[in-house]
């Protein structure tokens, strides 16, 4: 396995952590230590290179990475003709919550980004907590406007609602910040640790 030793994700790496649709992310019961994987729509920030997904306080995998923090997930693409053309990435790094909000304010928030690109002028009024920073309040604008850019078949199809913008329930945004990256395509491997 080679090491990539350089801050940047590679080009071929960041290609498919950009043009990926889902990820398999990867939890850790704490009590039994089994691992708990689902699949999960999600964004990369292009800024910073850490992966974003949104999902409830509620569910398994939220509960997991309170416990322990440390995730994984993989994004591939698959070859069923030829499996040397199969090609994917397995990150490692550690998760963290940064956002917590009903879901008709996320509707909202989209919309209103969708309308007004000055954003954070408009976000301030739909934001669950009141004491964020204005680069805090940046940020979340910038992740929900990847969201809606990503996946605007969610947004403009009714009764085509995933659960980032359905009901209203409550929805937490997770930051993962990158450590590791094991990439294959075909029998090749590389691996790119974040410095």
């Not at 019961?29 to 509620?58: A, C, E, G, K």
């Not at 996320?106 to 954070?120: A, V």
Request: glycine residues 4%; contains cysteine; hydrophobic residues 35%.
């Amino acid at each position: 396995m080679k090491t990539i030793g350089q801050q940047k994700i590679p080009e071929e790496m960041l290609e498919l952590l950009k043009k990926g649709i889902f990820a398999y992310l990867c939890t850790t019961d704490r009590r039994s230590w089994m691992p708990h994987i689902v699949t999960i729509f999600y964004v990369l920030d292009p800024n910073t290179q850490d992966i974003y997904f949104i999902t409830s306080p509620t569910s398994k995998k939220y509960r997991n990475l309170l416990d322990y923090p440390r995730i994984s997930l993989t994004i591939d693409e698959r070859d069923v003709q030829n499996p040397f053309n199969n090609e994917g990435i397995l990150v490692r790094g550690t998760a963290r919550s940064i956002y917590q909000f009903w879901s008709p304010e996320l509707k909202l928030t989209l919309k209103t980004i969708e309308k007004d690109q000055r954003g954070i002028k408009f976000f301030t009024r739909y934001t669950a907590r009141e004491d964020y920073e204005e680069s805090e309040r940046s940020l979340i604008v910038r992740i929900l406007s990847l969201f809606q850019k990503k996946y605007p078949q969610f947004l403009s199809t009714p009764g085509r609602d995933v659960e980032v913008v359905t009901g209203s329930l409550e929805r937490v945004m997770v930051q993962l910040s990158i450590a590791s990256i094991s990439y294959w395509r075909g029998p090749k491997f590389k691996k790119f640790k974040m410095a």
